[in-house]
């Protein structure tokens, strides 16, 4: 087996991924950080975030675990106390494993030009400065024009993320499929939004055609794309998001239940 290890840069994440490189050597596994089976995150889930990213080629070929060293961990299931299990694990590895549904997204220009993004959590449209105006297609078919701070797309394990901070619901990873969420929308007698959260299917496909760009930043998981004004013959015409044909997978050592997760991450053990 060929293992990456990906770690922040904090000094408890420093030292348990020097701890794990010594484990894995006596263990006879192999380190090997640009064609790796298992992609082992220390930190927290922006780690494991950043690591999705980096490795975002391979997601067909290699499977992820995560090492909590931090706050609050959602995608993590191991704690800093358990390398020796954890190296045990990857010895009697039979290749078992959980995945989950990502969010693709095409911005497309006027040009023919597309830029192409793939999402773990969410991808977010807002202005900065003022107002965010835009019409909303739903299967290529308009179904409201949104006036507000913003629109957040989740995937079903991102909507426990910011999606849930804008009054999304939380979805079972086992449906297929992603979320919409409104920020801040305005509705009165002139204007008029659902107002609700939307749950599309794995064949929807949900399409955003902005008003103008001035001051619009888009943004994938952690990264941010300022959408610059028509530049020449360049202009965003539209942004598109659906199910992605890849998913995200975990190695099922001891993944833990997704309601589980829910529970110790936002109820807190109550009974």
């Known amino acids: 087996m ?4 990906y770690n922040n840069e904090t000094s408890e994440s420093q030292r348990i991924s020097k701890l794990l490189k010594a484990e894995l050597s006596k263990a006879g596994l192999v380190l090997d950080q640009n064609a790796p ?6 930190g927290g889930d922006g780690t494991l975030l950043s690591a999705f990213h980096h490795y975002e080629a391979l997601l067909d070929k290699i ?9 609050l961990g959602f995608y993590t299931d191991w704690r800093n106390y358990e390398i020796d299990d954890l190296v045990d694990s990857l010895v009697n590895d039979s290749g078992q494993s959980v995945s989950y549904p990502l969010l693709d997204m095409h911005a497309i220009y006027s040009d023919g030009s597309i830029d192409h ?32 701070d913003g629109l957040c797309i989740s995937t079903p394990t991102g909507s426990t993320a910011y999606n849930k901070s804008v009054g999304g ?3 079972d990873p086992q449906i297929v499929g992603f979320q919409l969420a409104e920020m801040a929308s305005l509705n009165n007698r002139v204007f008029r939004t659902l107002g609700s959260p939307i749950i599309f299917g794995s064949e929807s496909k949900l399409m955003l055609r902005l008003k103008d760009l001035n001051g619009h930043v888009m943004t994938c998981d952690r990264d941010q794309v300022r959408l610059k004004p028509s530049v020449g013959e360049r202009k965003l015409i539209e942004i598109t998001y659906q199910v992605a044909k890849k998913r995200i ?9 997704f309601w589980h997760r829910v529970n110790d991450s936002f109820i807190g053990g109550v009974k």
Do not use: P, W
């Not at 499977?63 to 706050?71: A, D």
């Not at 997978?249 to 239940?257: T, W």
């Open 37 to 42: 089976n298992v992609v082992i995150t220390i």
């Open 169 to 171: 619901a939380i979805m």
């Open 63 to 71: 499977r992820f675990v995560g090492i909590h060293t931090g706050h």
């Open 2 to 5: 060929r293992v990456a290890i």
């Open 249 to 257: 997978n975990f190695a099922q050592y001891r993944h833990n239940n």
């Open 117 to 148: 993004y793939t999402a773990l959590n969410e991808s977010t449209v807002r202005n900065i400065t003022k107002t965010m105006v835009c019409d909303v297609f739903i299967n290529n078919e308009l179904f409201e024009t949104f006036r507000g």
